[in-house]
Structures are given as C-alpha cells and as structure tokens.
C-alpha cells in the first residue's frame, strides 16, 4: 500500500502563496490518481483538487478554481499543490489522497486507498 508525507505547509499572510508537497512511497505511484483534501477547525474534511495517473485529468472544488493548481511529477513520486491568493478561510489542515481509481473517484472521495497525516497551513489577515 502506498504510504504519503505530506511537506510545505506554513505560516502565510492573505495574498500570498504556498507550495504543498505529497512525496508517495510504497506503491506504484504512477498507478493513483491523486488528491488534496482540507480540514479546518470544527468543520468536515472537504475536497480541494484531484488529477488523473496521467496527468490528463484535474479537478478543483469551486472554492480554490482559478487560485490553485494541481501537478504530479510521477519520476519523483511527489503530488503538488500551488496555492496562489491565499485567503484566511484556506486556514486547515492539508491530506494528500491516493486512489486506486479515478480522479472523480477522489472528487467523490471513493476508492481512496491512503492518506497522509496532514499539513498545516495557516493563513493571517
């Protein structure tokens, strides 16, 4: 089973970016699709963005369209995260998904088959 760590989290004022790292031991890497989930205090954890084995592939909650990014390097076995405009409601904790299925199977948060432990990522106003 592919084991994730995620990395890049941090302390960032509103309009500023970050760049979230999922490095993937373990597995075939280039096999998963991928994903990034949130959790903030007291709420559900919640999707953020998803992509294909191939790359081909992408999906954004409608919450962060246009403002992060989603890539995959599948030769370093590592999942990124762009995270540009950074508001404080972005403030959670940050999981990196694996899914033995689709990218819409991440979408729908279905046939996930690891998780992270989570970064935190904090935004100030």
């Known amino acids: 089973q592919v084991q994730l760590v995620e990395s890049g989290g941090g302390l960032v004022q509103a309009g500023g970016s970050l760049r979230l790292s999922c490095a993937a031991s373990?597995?075939?890497?280039?096999?998963?699709?991928m994903g990034w989930f949130r959790q903030a205090p007291g709420k559900e954890r919640e999707f953020v963005a998803a992509?294909?084995?191939?790359?081909?592939?992408?999906y954004y909650a409608d919450s962060v369209k246009g403002r992060f990014t989603i890539s995959r390097d599948n030769a370093k076995n590592t999942v990124y995260l762009q995270m540009n405009s950074l508001k404080p409601d972005d403030t959670a904790v940050y999981y990196c998904?694996?899914?033995?299925?689709?990218?819409?199977?991440?979408?729908?948060?279905?046939?996930?088959?690891?998780w992270g432990q989570g970064t935190q990522v904090t935004v100030s106003s």
């Open positions: 998904a694996a899914s033995d299925g689709t990218a819409w199977d991440i979408r729908r948060v279905t046939h996930i088959a690891s």
């Open positions: 373990g597995g075939t890497f280039s096999s998963y699709a």
């Open positions: 992509i294909s084995w191939s790359g081909s592939s992408t």
